[in-house]
């Protein structure tokens, strides 16, 4: 096999603590004994290899620092963020279900008497280097130490603006336990958290925590921290499943036909959590556009387009990609509406309840630059507006 020796080489005092740590012992031998790994790397669901990026690095540092570009990537104004007090999350949900998305893919969901936070990223950059890297375009909507006791966190993958390294150590402080992929452990456990907190699953394998299900099910992506350790920890989707609701959190990935199948096994779902940013015709393979994140909430809900929900995630915090900023948002709100889905547009911060949710108010319009041909009425003019499906917060 090849790459086994990076593989096996663990720890190494010259590595930044941010790059984590390589998978040794029984859990190097996990994973290669998984059905997922193969010629010393994990594989996507359809294919030995996923095409990170379809243009060359000279077309793409084109399109991140050409002039006009850049200042479409960002607001142009301060992103309106709900201040999230701990009053709020201290009343339980009424239906048993609330979501509070944080910004970025960072989301509380109080599901049946338990509290799962998915990707916490509290930390100003998502690099591995506090001085270089994207920044923080809003402020996290909380204090970290104002959340309160979190039954279980759950990981999708390793890439920094998923695990992030100030956020995690603090957490290795709590009893929370932490759901992750297969190999990822071997980075929490580098930054103290012990052995006995993680549950580690390759897809489709299943834990408990309290009354919930956790299962790791397939994405289309891939991994890596450091320089020499990518392809070397898998990446998720996770579905949660308690007595009376089920969600699911996409993490990042390509659009697949595996949604389908997740669906059927695990749907419908009250709630899907779904990547709809930093896509780019360079990288096809590896994040969703919004349309395919809107077909892929579909796949999940076994064709029925108005069962549950779909929040939008992974946007709106961090500009990873060249696409204008508000741009995830508006164009997830047309696909939603033209598919019949339901979607929730919460400002970062601002808690919801999927069993109640209002009609989308396209927020980021205040803060976004105007397209040339300016924003399209919404809802559509000529349209009554109880004529449209029920969606947003």
């Known amino acids: 096999m090849t790459g086994l020796p990076s593989l096996g080489s663990g720890r190494s005092p010259l590595r930044p603590l941010s790059f984590g740590a390589d998978p040794t012992g029984e859990r190097l031998a996990r994973i290669r004994r998984s059905p997922n790994f193969a010629d010393g790397v994990f594989v996507n669901p359809d294919g030995p290899r996923t095409r990170e990026s379809g243009g060359s690095a000279l077309g793409i540092a084109k399109q991140y ?28 949900p009424k239906s048993g ?10 989301v509380l969901a109080e599901i049946d008497g338990r509290r799962v936070l998915f990707d916490p990223v509290w930390g100003q950059r998502c ?57 990822v452990g071997a980075h929490l456990e580098r930054w103290g958290v012990s052995p006995d907190r993680l549950r580690e699953l390759d897809w489709n394998e299943s ?13 289309r992506h891939f991994c890596g921290r450091g320089i020499r350790n990518r392809q070397h920890t898998l990446w998720a989707s996770w579905v949660v499943a308690g007595e009376n609701h089920r969600i699911y959190h996409s993490g990042d ?14 749907g419908p779902f009250d709630a899907t959590m ?8 360079m990288w096809p393979d590896i994040h969703m556009t919004p349309e395919e994140g809107v077909d892929a909430h579909v796949d ?18 961090f500009n990873l990609a060249p696409h204008p900023w508000a741009e995830p948002g508006e164009r997830t709100m047309w696909a939603a509406r033209r598919a019949g889905a339901r979607m929730v547009a919460p400002r970062p911060g601002e808690p919801f309840e999927p069993a109640a949710v209002g009609a989308v108010v396209p927020w980021w319009r205040e803060v976004a630059r105007t397209p040339a ?8 003019v000529g349209e009554p507006e109880e004529h449209a499906p029920a969606v947003g917060a």
């Not at 570009?69 to 339980?92: M, Q």
């Not at 779904?274 to 015709?281: L, R, T």
């Not at 809900?301 to 915090?317: E, F, K, M």
């Open 300 to 317: 999940l809900q076994n064709g029925d387009a108005a069962a549950g929900v779909l929040l939008p995630i992974h946007w709106g915090t």
């Open 274 to 281: 779904i990547q709809i940013g930093a896509y780019s015709d």
């Open 253 to 266: 990935t390509g659009y697949f036909h595996g949604f389908k199948d997740i669906g059927a096994e695990h």
């Open 127 to 183: 690099s591995p280097f506090d001085f270089v890297g994207p920044k923080r375009l809003h402020p996290v909507p909380l204090p970290q130490a104002a959340l309160g006791p979190v039954d279980v966190v759950v990981i999708s993958h390793d890439h920094y603006d998923h695990l992030d390294l100030p956020t995690i150590k603090k957490l290795a402080g709590t009893d929370t336990l932490f759901a992750v992929p297969l190999g």
């Open 207 to 219: 834990t408990r925590v309290g009354g919930l299900t956790l299962t790791a099910t397939p994405a």
């Open 97 to 106: 279900l609330r979501i509070t998305w944080v910004g970025h893919s960072s």
């Open 65 to 92: 620092f050409e002039k006009g570009s850049r200042a479409r990537r960002a607001p142009t104004g301060t992103i309106p963020v709900h201040p999230t007090t701990v009053a709020d999350l201290a009343r339980p």
């Open 373 to 380: 041909e300016g924003w399209r009425a919404w809802p559509p």
